[in-house]
């Protein structure tokens, strides 16, 4: 029997209970290996999935062997049940509103009209503050991610300043608050809404309407998203409804109270005694992650096994990614690819090597980017609510036979 | 290093056609445990999320259960009374629980 088909279970948040052995308080490996569903969701192989209303669907580990994630097995994660099922291209218009000079109403074409807006390209990594959130002991609030909650795309679209440039901003405008079209399905609940301040905004943030070469996918934000290379992906706010100008910050809990770590040196508290100063979670920080080979492949030794897997940071760049077959007494460089698709993708990496001994084999990868930020050993990240920004060096277990 | 590319043209491709009408979400039939306060948890936990969120925790101590219902009714407003929060945290900690109080 594979290792795989042991850990099948009937749901996948069943798989959490394996990880509550774990000793209390110490952080460990984000719950691997989920079971794939055999439901396949519009426009998406089955992944692993954890809930339905609202669509919450994982990337298994192997997706991340390669640099660009396909947008079939691309992650996907709403707040609200209520995500509308119809979007028609020909009517649908994104509204640029409040404090601006002229208020805009763009359509799709209109959008997409090289005549009207440069139409530009970035390849960003897109990842939920949450990724690996199941490795923090006790259960942080959310959900018990494993590695792939998150994925790399080349999105394309416009210049969010060109379009602010057309409406023409005011002399008092300050924050830009984008709202997506999901409902909550209380009226009292907050729908999901973000503000972000003008000084956040540069020219690397684009609405983008296409991902790795053709339209967004439905779950994925259809027709129009932002995207913020270098940010988490709370604020990369999908199926864009409108853009409103404003002077003042609103209350938005998804801004105040979710999506915060503790304002601190650590970025950490205890469960005893929470943080009283929180502070958004932003900019991602150095991680790296195994593509192949697998917890639970099966090798044979002496064989010529190639490790290969992502890095990335928040767009310092990737410098070095170290790979250890020895539980961490020894690292070897391992080669990265040539950067070319961008400091804010994914840095691919690769590292041949041969297993000598028969048995259990670990192999773990660190990432360091350019300002020589380095992934921790997972036990000595500290904990915080939310579980946010899990950045633990990788380890994987294989059976040398 | 630059990022942003121009690019030429656009052209306008036609929808994907399994996205062209109504997209359809599939129902998971995740499985919900029979016990003491099922009907309540039915009436009370399955408006706004499907019982993937709830399973998803794992085995939960008692004041996990307690805390997360109680997050669920100040921060996003859950319409649930004293007397059934009461109910759903018995359950859950009765069918999803860790064996600990706290």
Same mark, same amino acid.
């Given at each position: 029997m594979k290792r795989r088909d042991f850990f099948k279970t009937s749901i996948a948040g069943a798989a959490a209970a394996m990880a509550t052995s774990l000793e209390a308080g110490v952080t460990g490996q984000p719950i691997d290996n989920r079971k794939i569903s055999t439901i396949a969701f519009p426009e998406k192989r089955p992944m692993i999935t954890y809930s339905d209303r609202p669509p919450l669907l994982e990337t298994p580990r192997c997706v991340f062997a390669n640099t660009i994630t396909p947008n079939d097995a691309f992650f996907v994660r709403w707040h609200?049940?209520? $995500?509308?099922? +119809? $979007?028609?291209p020909k009517n649908y218009k994104i509204k640029i509103d409040g404090l601006v000079k002229k208020e805009l109403n763009i359509s799709l074409d209109f959008l997409k009209d090289p005549a009207n807006f440069e139409q530009v390209e970035v390849t960003a990594v897109l990842q939920c503050g949450?990724? @690996?959130? @199941?490795?923090?002991?006790?259960t942080a609030g959310g959900i018990q991610w494993g590695h792939g909650a998150m994925g790399c795309a080349k999105w394309k679209g416009v210049r969010l300043s060109d379009l602010l440039d057309q409406a023409g901003l005011k002399k008092d405008a300050e924050w830009i608050g984008f709202n997506g079209s999901e409902k909550a399905a209380y009226y009292e609940t907050p729908n999901f809404v973000r503000e972000l301040h003008l000084?956040?905004?540069?020219? +690397?943030v684009i609405l983008a309407y296409e991902m790795n070469g053709e339209d967004l996918p439905y779950l994925n934000g259809y027709p129009l998203r932002l995207v913020i290379p270098g @940010?988490?992906?709370? @604020?990369?706010?999908?199926?864009?409804s409108n853009i409103t100008v404003t002077n003042k910050y609103k209350k938005l809990f998804f801004m105040d109270i979710a999506y915060r770590v503790p304002?601190?040196?650590?970025e950490c508290e205890t469960p005893e005694k929470k943080a009283k100063k929180t502070k958004p979670i932003t900019k991602m920080n150095v991680k790296s992650l195994i593509g192949y080979p697998e917890n639970g492949t099966v090798l044979q030794t002496k064989s010529h096994v190639v490790v290969r897997g992502v890095a990335f940071d928040d767009g310092h760049g990737i410098r070095d990614v170290k790979i250890s077959i020895d539980n961490g007494k020894t690292w070897k460089s391992a080669e990265l690819d040539d950067g070319k698709a961008g400091r804010y993708a994914y840095r691919g990496f690769k590292l041949a090597i041969k297993p000598m001994k028969f048995g259990k084999m670990t192999i773990m990868a660190k990432a360091i980017n350019k300002i020589g930020q380095e992934q921790p050993l997972a036990k000595d990240i500290k904990w915080n609510h939310g579980g946010y920004k899990f950045n633990g060096i990788d380890v994987v277990t294989v059976d040398v036979v | 290093m630059k990022k942003l590319l121009v690019l030429a043209a656009i052209v306008t491709a036609p929808l994907f056609a399994q996205v062209e009408g109504d997209i359809e979400v599939p129902y998971i039939p995740f499985e919900v445990k029979m016990g003491k306060g099922f009907g309540e948890v039915n009436a009370n936990c399955l408006t706004c999320h499907s019982f993937g969120y709830v399973t998803n925790q794992g085995r939960q101590s008692k004041a996990f259960w307690a805390g997360k219902v109680k997050k669920l009714m100040v921060h996003?407003?859950?319409?649930?009374t004293d007397p059934d929060a009461k109910i759903v945290t018995e359950y859950l900690y009765e069918e999803y629980g860790n064996g600990e109080l706290k």
């Amino acid at each position: 029997m594979k290792r795989r088909d042991f850990f099948k279970t009937s749901i996948a948040g069943a798989a959490a209970a394996m990880a509550t052995s774990l000793e209390a308080g110490v952080t460990g490996q984000p719950i691997d290996n989920r079971k794939i569903s055999t439901i396949a969701f519009p426009e998406k192989r089955p992944m692993i999935t954890y809930s339905d209303r609202p669509p919450l669907l994982e990337t298994p580990r192997c997706v991340f062997a390669n640099t660009i994630t396909p947008n079939d097995a691309f992650f996907v994660r709403w707040h609200m049940p209520d $995500i509308p099922t +119809h $979007i028609d291209p020909k009517n649908y218009k994104i509204k640029i509103d409040g404090l601006v000079k002229k208020e805009l109403n763009i359509s799709l074409d209109f959008l997409k009209d090289p005549a009207n807006f440069e139409q530009v390209e970035v390849t960003a990594v897109l990842q939920c503050g949450g990724n @690996s959130r @199941s490795a923090f002991k006790p259960t942080a609030g959310g959900i018990q991610w494993g590695h792939g909650a998150m994925g790399c795309a080349k999105w394309k679209g416009v210049r969010l300043s060109d379009l602010l440039d057309q409406a023409g901003l005011k002399k008092d405008a300050e924050w830009i608050g984008f709202n997506g079209s999901e409902k909550a399905a209380y009226y009292e609940t907050p729908n999901f809404v973000r503000e972000l301040h003008l000084d956040e905004l540069d020219d +690397h943030v684009i609405l983008a309407y296409e991902m790795n070469g053709e339209d967004l996918p439905y779950l994925n934000g259809y027709p129009l998203r932002l995207v913020i290379p270098g @940010s988490y992906s709370d @604020s990369w706010v999908k199926m864009l409804s409108n853009i409103t100008v404003t002077n003042k910050y609103k209350k938005l809990f998804f801004m105040d109270i979710a999506y915060r770590v503790p304002d601190n040196e650590c970025e950490c508290e205890t469960p005893e005694k929470k943080a009283k100063k929180t502070k958004p979670i932003t900019k991602m920080n150095v991680k790296s992650l195994i593509g192949y080979p697998e917890n639970g492949t099966v090798l044979q030794t002496k064989s010529h096994v190639v490790v290969r897997g992502v890095a990335f940071d928040d767009g310092h760049g990737i410098r070095d990614v170290k790979i250890s077959i020895d539980n961490g007494k020894t690292w070897k460089s391992a080669e990265l690819d040539d950067g070319k698709a961008g400091r804010y993708a994914y840095r691919g990496f690769k590292l041949a090597i041969k297993p000598m001994k028969f048995g259990k084999m670990t192999i773990m990868a660190k990432a360091i980017n350019k300002i020589g930020q380095e992934q921790p050993l997972a036990k000595d990240i500290k904990w915080n609510h939310g579980g946010y920004k899990f950045n633990g060096i990788d380890v994987v277990t294989v059976d040398v036979v | 290093m630059k990022k942003l590319l121009v690019l030429a043209a656009i052209v306008t491709a036609p929808l994907f056609a399994q996205v062209e009408g109504d997209i359809e979400v599939p129902y998971i039939p995740f499985e919900v445990k029979m016990g003491k306060g099922f009907g309540e948890v039915n009436a009370n936990c399955l408006t706004c999320h499907s019982f993937g969120y709830v399973t998803n925790q794992g085995r939960q101590s008692k004041a996990f259960w307690a805390g997360k219902v109680k997050k669920l009714m100040v921060h996003f407003k859950a319409p649930i009374t004293d007397p059934d929060a009461k109910i759903v945290t018995e359950y859950l900690y009765e069918e999803y629980g860790n064996g600990e109080l706290k």
